[in-house]
């Protein structure tokens, strides 16, 4: 039989990174193109110390159906730790646990967004997003990017133009997929048209901690004192992805409703790892890892840009991220990131191309996604070497 | 500021279970209200030890991003499982590892139920499939049940006569929250109707091998010849909920889309625990263990039915479940089982109001539902005495 999909998920498909993740699988295959955090940082130790103790002394918590709202001692222990160590947080806002960061975008769209409303996001953008937006039947409307995140100026001509703008989709930090930051005016700018046009702003924010250099930027929630700002957090990068641990602070009233889809989805996250997650943050010093995190991940950072320039200059423009995951590169105008990808995975490397996050989908898409957290220091050395050859063949 | 909902949102609202849950978090209050397995039965033992070796052996693939289909050790296992023991799958279906058998409900409906299309489920039933529906816009249109399921004749004059029938939705074994059983006649007929008038059927089966007495009846999935049947299966009642992990069996096609949709849900399953069930399996006798559980809770229900024989004969009706978590009581006509549940509450037992189950939400609604797996002999017999004691009072 054939079976009718709905008219929501008819047209969309499998993302292009999950191609690419096939030619990873391939043995000897270098591999820029996830977007996780180093297995090399897990705490192992740790985390494997408090499963065995919660097995020992906690294990009904764990193992039972637990609630909605996330694990209470986790709930508590992040809404303190964002509160002091970033100022986000109201008195008219809340927090819900999450199955990771995707799960926030998921249920704010599913609470906040008619099909036919209007999303507004960076274009590129985090395709995971994109998708869901999709798949709810929401009209995307990318904006172009410059070296400060978000033309603002296009933003506003859309704000004005467009009346069922219900939801603007940022990673001001650090962005997925072309690591820039927004600075802080561009921030205060965001707010005060999300303001004037009466629209909310969904922040994506899982590689906030993650900075190498450079100065910090103040959150866009950290400003927020209407409660027009949802803000996603998770605990994917700087503890697991495995474990699926996220969290979302918004305002009392829409956390209140994401709970209730939250049910329709899930239930709860996983019990165990959310009693993990709460006793590895009291318990050890999750602060000093994120530093180590960091600092590992600026050796490779710096290591992979010098040799980039060395290499590719000529070839690709590429971003300087001063944090987070990823490096954004540009080859010249006629050429297709798309047939860059498989052109390069035939010699070993593998990139994800860029429609992957193009808001169009659009196969002439120039460009193209490096991750640095991952690979070695030799491996990003070989693989960089590779990537300038194909280059050199692939541009005429 | 107000935040605006989504219309799809608007009107969904915590379901009156978790009402009842603040109830049961009171001292001494006996709790009746509970949809889970005991906790006497997790295998924490086990379950602690594999952890452990995972830990120490294979923490990378637990700890890192896993793909969207499952840990495919789980799927494998979890496949070889229902097709040797219960004939379920066939080559034209695959099977996806989920969040719980929520999520199954969650993607099955996200990617074949469009906004207005109908929903056909038996009245009463499982409110969180039934929020699922309201949460995407479906129309719900249930049909009475007798002590042998949904009233099929009724189901074959909704088929006839509305067009937008998408799916049917139906639990058959050992339903939520009437305990009832649909015998194998019935189930025929159910599959030649979909088949006559083209609907998917959503099988939802988290208790099927909790059976206590009677014989085996055959799964809709089992007799499924065209992949027209979604089966939800779950590894809640059997080895943990509070884990969340279950699986769906279907057509390729819808398989494959439910995957797309669950990256935009979750992105995967909490790794650890995939790893964790599929070595449990593999390691440990899990028929065992589940004949252990079915013992257990076989002497609950005797006892508890027993008991109700004894004191509630004469006020209200109640079902007689071969299996799974839930009896089903009946006030006469004119009472509210909303009503009757808050006056219990105040005496000290929990039970859970039909309402919450009811697909109009009726509040006149004079049925109530009792779990038994969860509270002791003891328990159950002072809480029986009680209900009867209420009862008493309440019905003048």
């Known amino acids: 039989m ?19 993740l096939k030619v990873t699988a391939m ?24 499963a065995a103790e919660i097995f020992e002394t906690d294990s009904y918590t764990a193992l039972q159906y637990s609630v909605t709202e996330g694990y209470a001692p986790l709930r508590e222990i992040t809404k303190d730790r964002i509160k002091n160590k970033f100022n986000i947080g109201r008195e008219f806002d809340d927090l819900i646990i999450v199955s990771g960061g995707q799960q926030t975008i998921s249920l704010a769209t599913q609470c906040l967004v008619n099909e036919g409303d209007i999303v507004v996001c960076e274009n590129p953008s985090f395709v995971g997003a994109l998708n869901t937006f ?50 802080l005016k561009r921030r205060q700018h965001l707010l005060e048209l999300a303001e004037k046009y009466d ?56 956390i209140a409703k994401m709970t209730v889809a939250k049910q329709t989805q899930d239930v709860h996250t996983n019990a165990m790892f959310m009693m993990i997650v709460a006793r590895y943050i009291e318990q050890f010093d999750f602060d000093a890892h994120i ?4 600092e590992h991940y ?7 840009l010098k040799k980039m320039e060395e290499k590719l200059t000529g070839y690709v423009k590429f971003t300087k991220p001063e944090g987070g995951l990823f490096i954004w590169c540009e080859l010249p105008q006629e050429y297709s990131g798309f047939e860059f990808c498989k052109f ?15 808001v169009a989908e659009d196969r002439n898409n120039n460009c193209f996604r490096l991750n640095f957290t991952i690979p070695s220091l030799e491996q990003i050395d070989k693989g960089i070497d590779i990537v300038a050859d194909c280059l050199e063949k692939f541009i005429k």
């Open 2 to 20: 054939d079976v009718k999909i709905s008219d929501r998920m008819a047209n969309i498909n499998p993302s292009a990174i999950r191609e690419m």
């Open 27 to 50: 043995p000897n295959v270098i591999s820029f193109a996830a977007g996780g955090p180093s297995p090399e940082e897990f705490p192992v130790k740790e985390l494997a110390h408090l």
């Open 134 to 183: 999709r798949a709810f039947n929401a009209k995307l409307t990318g904006v172009p990017m410059d070296e400060n995140g978000m033309d603002i100026t296009v933003l506003e001509n859309i704000l004005k133009t467009e009346s069922r703008v219900k939801l603007i989709y940022t990673i001001p930090t650090f962005q997925n997929p072309t690591g820039v930051t927004m600075p």
């Open 199 to 254: 629209v909310m702003i969904l922040e994506d924010d899982p590689y906030y901690e993650l900075r190498y250099s450079g100065e910090i930027v103040p959150t866009l929630k950290s400003m927020d004192e209407t409660g027009r700002v949802i803000y996603s957090g998770s605990y994917s990068k700087t503890i697991s992805p495995g474990m699926r641990i996220g969290y979302a602070c918004g305002c009392k009233e829409l």
């Open 291 to 294: 530093r180590e995190c960091c």
């Open 298 to 304: 600026k050796v490779k950072r710096d290591f992979m």
């Open 344 to 358: 390069a995975a035939n010699y070993g490397v593998a990139c994800v191309p860029g429609t992957t996050f193009d």
